[in-house]
Nanobody, 118 residues
């Protein structure tokens, strides 16, 4: 079965960095785009970053452009999110996502908490 396991979250001061990892299993990882979402308390889940199957193209939410970098290692079935210059408004639970197009179904990990606070 599909499993997505996020790790790397924690408490960091403003301006700090974290690197999130998402280990995937149960599907052919290298065939699919991957995404990172986040959900802050009281807010809807939002797309943060996406990467194509081979890693050749990436997209970012405007709020994280220039600070976050999504990457992947298809040999390790892992997608990463490098987060630099973190701000308090980046505080959220971060989830990685794998989507099957037909029939449409989203798979999510358990999430990893990122807290940016002094």
């Amino acid at each position: 079965q599909v499993q997505l396991v996020e790790s790397g979250g924690g408490l960091v001061q403003p301006g700090g960095s974290l690197r999130l990892s998402c280990a995937a299993s149960g599907f052919t990882f290298s065939n699919y785009p991957m995404r990172w979402y986040r959900q802050a308390p009281g807010k809807e889940r939002e797309l943060v970053a996406a990467i194509t199957s081979a890693g050749g193209s990436t997209n970012y939410a405007d709020s994280v452009k220039g600070r976050f970098t999504i990457s992947r290692d298809n040999a390790k079935n892992t997608v990463y999110l490098q987060m630099n210059s973190l701000k308090p408004e980046d505080t959220a639970v971060y989830y990685c996502n794998y989507r099957v197009a037909v029939p449409r179904r989203d798979y999510w990990g358990q999430g990893t908490q990122v807290t940016v606070s002094s």
